[in-house]
Nanobody
């Protein structure tokens, strides 16, 4: 099992930037996929971005491409989500999740961090 702790959320004006961090512990992340998801009030959770831990291949939801960048620091066992040009509709709780490469099913989740974008 992987323990995940997100940080970096907060209140930002539209057009601003935030960088979220997700610190992982509990086991090696070799062959894992690490993902970011978000859930806005009254809406279902949606995929934001993911990265393969070993190779660093990245995946993005179409609406995030060009504005969000996912990365990882293997030495720190940490995944990041750089969010630029933020919009009020990006307001949500952002969750980090881990999926074993063999299943690609996200079974370990962090507690989430709130991002609020004011207009």
């Amino acid at each position: 099992q992987v323990q995940l702790v997100e940080s970096g959320g907060g209140l930002v004006q539209a057009g601003g930037s935030l960088r979220l961090s997700c610190a992982a512990s509990g086991r090696t992340l070799s062959n894992y996929h690490m993902g970011w998801f978000r859930q806005a009030p009254g809406k279902e959770r949606e995929f934001v971005a993911a990265i393969s831990w070993n190779i660093g291949t990245t995946y993005y939801a179409d609406s995030m491409k060009g504005r969000f960048t996912i990365s990882r620091d293997k030495a720190k066992n940490t995944v990041y989500l750089q969010m630029n040009s933020l919009k009020p509709e990006d307001t949500a709780v952002y969750y980090c999740a881990a999926a074993p490469g063999r299943t690609k099913e996200y079974g370990d989740w962090g507690q989430g961090t709130q991002v609020t974008v004011s207009s």
